[in-house]
């Protein structure tokens, strides 16, 4: 069960690093909000065409539970990526890749203090081991620089992000028993509602941009792999082997963007990169070697 979790959770990040990537190379060819509304609308589209009799099935169960649906969608879908989006157009994506590594200590912390979930020495140990990575990384080598970082209206909105993706992964546990594909489609259907009144005040702006034929691709892109491919495999994760562990492997979607980058956009690899990775991925391991029972 765990080493099937480990390759849905490795997958699922991989997506979210390519759409940390495909949110840089939006600004100029899409805005935030209208890019969130199509990739949520795109993403709807496909799977109601695959989850419609599984919906059918589901919807008694659904319809008692269409607030906490509705609260998933909103919290998890819609705002985290309207946050992210904006948060680059304001701050760099070093200041980006810092907070975002903050999502499992939120994660932790929530669950401490709701739930009291047992937090053993070991996910702390390869909690600061993924920070340490993520850090290097994040300072392109040089820690040091780290300390001159200054919080700006984009890191603001950042940790937005930070605090509805870290919700939303422990309402998780709440989720009913229904089909993957109705726990998909349900939540993704209130993102893309959602989303409408913030596409609407960013046209009252006069700072919607609609897509062009760059903007068309990266859009597809977030519509299938970080909004449907990557949510689905992350709720197996949790599902099999509970928030907590699943939270540290958020930890890596810094490293993969910056991998992808590499390839898509094509920046130079750095050692310390390479180092920041071993050290992503020695974290989870230390993490796993003695860990509590799934809840």
């Not at 909105?157 to 309402?171: G, K, P």
């Not at 492997?249 to 991998?259: A, Q, R």
């Not at 750095?270 to 050290?279: D, E, S």
Request: proline residues 5%; hydrophobic residues 60%; aromatic residues 10%.
């Amino acid at each position: 069960m765990s080493s099937r979790a480990y390759l849905v959770l490795i997958i699922a990040t991989l997506c979210w690093g390519g759409n940390a990537v495909a949110g840089k190379m939006a600004v100029g060819h899409v805005s935030p909000m209208v890019l969130t509304f199509l990739r949520w609308t795109l993403a709807v589209a496909i799977i109601a065409a695959i989850s419609l009799p599984y919906l059918v099935r589901d919807w008694p169960i659904v319809k008692k539970r269409l607030p906490y649906f509705f609260v998933l969608g909103a919290v998890g879908y819609t705002c985290f990526n309207a946050t992210l989006y904006t948060a680059l157009r304001y701050t760099s994506a070093i200041n980006v890749a810092v907070i975002q590594a903050g999502i499992p200590m939120v994660i932790f912390a929530m669950n401490f203090a709701l739930f009291r979930t047992q937090v053993l020495i070991g996910q702390i140990v390869g909690f600061f081991l993924t920070i340490a990575g993520i850090a290097l990384l994040a300072s392109h080598g040089d820690l040091l620089s780290l300390i001159n970082l200054e919080m700006n209206i984009g890191d603001a909105i950042m940790l937005l992000a930070v605090l509805s993706y870290a919700v939303y992964t422990v309402i998780l546990r709440w989720k009913p028993a229904v089909d993957w594909r109705t726990l998909m489609a349900v939540p993704a259907a209130a993102a893309m509602i959602t989303s409408v009144p913030l596409m609407v005040w960013e046209m009252h702006e006069n700072t919607a941009v609609w897509p062009d034929a760059k903007g068309w691709v990266i859009t597809v892109y977030t519509a299938v792999f970080p909004s449907l491919v990557a949510q689905i495999f992350f709720i197996l994760g949790v599902e099999r082997i509970g928030p907590n562990r699943a939270g540290l492997f958020i930890n890596l979607i810094p490293v993969f963007g910056t991998l992808l980058s590499v390839l898509v956009i094509g920046e130079v690899l750095h050692p310390y990169q390479v180092i920041a990775l071993l050290l992503a991925l020695s974290g989870i391991a230390v993490a796993e070697r003695k860990k509590p029972p799934v809840p």
